[in-house]
């Protein structure tokens, strides 16, 4: 009588799914090139159409001489931004390397151009979750 | 290199390039990924104008 309850099993739909490796490449080439996670788990169109609008979006942002931000620990904004650029990965990294993004504050359309690139890394977030979502096998 | 893009334009541009992102990260088939990404693009686009519309009424 002591084992008489049922032993409850976990549905399949929850089961622990097996980590790949690819689970880990694909969000991590897709931070650094966005658009790329998608692109190496065959997914063509979608990596090139998300490589497009976030790199443009990015490049836009810098033609408008909008400004990036760095890991400062400043101001509360001036992190938030900064964890929205670093978003951008590889865009952020090279445009830091290349003293870029420095910004101008005589017109209006400089501080669009900062915002684009902070969008744009944020995109670039959700494009690496989505990547990482196909990786497991949670999407098509 | 410098760009000056009009309010509307850059307004324009955020939209169409964040609703292809919006489109393809929050559906599963190709067909509801358009639908959503034109769903979004007519929102952001649309929340815009009328925002400024409504902001042009207050000034009066």
Same mark, same amino acid.
């Not at chain 1, 909008?66 to 445009?95: E, S, V």
């Not at chain 1, 870029?100 to 890394?121: E, L, N, P, R, S």
């Given at each position: 009588?002591?084992?008489?309850?049922? #032993?409850? %099993?976990?549905?399949?739909?929850?089961?622990?799914?097996?980590?790949?490796?690819?689970?880990?490449?694909?969000?991590?080439?897709?931070?650094?090139?966005?658009?790329?996670? *998608?692109?190496?788990?065959?997914?063509?169109?979608?990596?090139? $159409?998300?490589?497009?609008?976030?790199?443009?979006?990015?490049?836009?942002?810098?033609?408008?001489?909008? *400004?990036?931000?760095?890991?400062?620990?400043?101001?509360?904004?001036?992190?938030?931004?900064?964890?929205?650029?670093?978003?951008?990965?590889?865009?952020?990294?090279? %445009? $830091?390397? $290349?003293?870029?993004?420095?910004?101008?504050?005589?017109?209006?359309?400089?501080?669009?151009? %900062?915002?684009?690139?902070? #969008?744009?890394?944020?995109?670039?977030?959700?494009?690496?979750?989505?990547?990482? *979502?196909?990786?497991?096998?949670?999407?098509? | 290199?410098?760009?000056?893009?009009?309010?509307?334009?850059?307004?324009?541009?955020?939209?169409? &390039?964040?609703?292809?992102?919006?489109?393809?990260? *929050?559906?599963?088939? %190709?067909?509801?990924?358009?639908?959503?990404?034109?769903?979004?693009?007519?929102? &952001?686009?649309?929340?815009?104008?009328?925002?400024?519309?409504?902001?042009?009424?207050?000034?009066?």
């Amino acid at each position: 009588m002591a084992n008489s309850t049922p #032993v409850k %099993t976990k549905p399949a739909a929850v089961a622990a799914q097996p980590a790949s490796m690819m689970a880990v490449i694909a969000p991590a080439v897709g931070w650094l090139i966005p658009g790329a996670g *998608h692109i190496i788990q065959k997914r063509w169109i979608r990596g090139a $159409l998300l490589l497009l609008s976030i790199g443009s979006l990015f490049v836009l942002g810098l033609m408008m001489q909008g *400004h990036i931000y760095k890991a400062n620990g400043g101001d509360i904004l001036d992190i938030l931004g900064f964890i929205g650029d670093l978003g951008a990965g590889g865009m952020y990294i090279l %445009t $830091l390397a $290349l003293n870029g993004g420095q910004g101008a504050i005589a017109f209006a359309i400089a501080d669009y151009g %900062t915002k684009f690139m902070i #969008v744009a890394g944020l995109l670039n977030f959700i494009a690496v979750a989505d990547a990482y *979502h196909i990786a497991i096998g949670k999407k098509p | 290199m410098t760009i000056q893009l009009t309010h509307f334009s850059a307004a324009f541009v955020f939209a169409l &390039f964040a609703s292809v992102v919006f489109g393809i990260t *929050h559906r599963d088939t %190709t067909r509801e990924m358009v639908r959503y990404g034109l769903y979004c693009f007519a929102m &952001f686009l649309g929340g815009a104008l009328v925002a400024g519309w409504a902001m042009w009424l207050v000034r009066r």
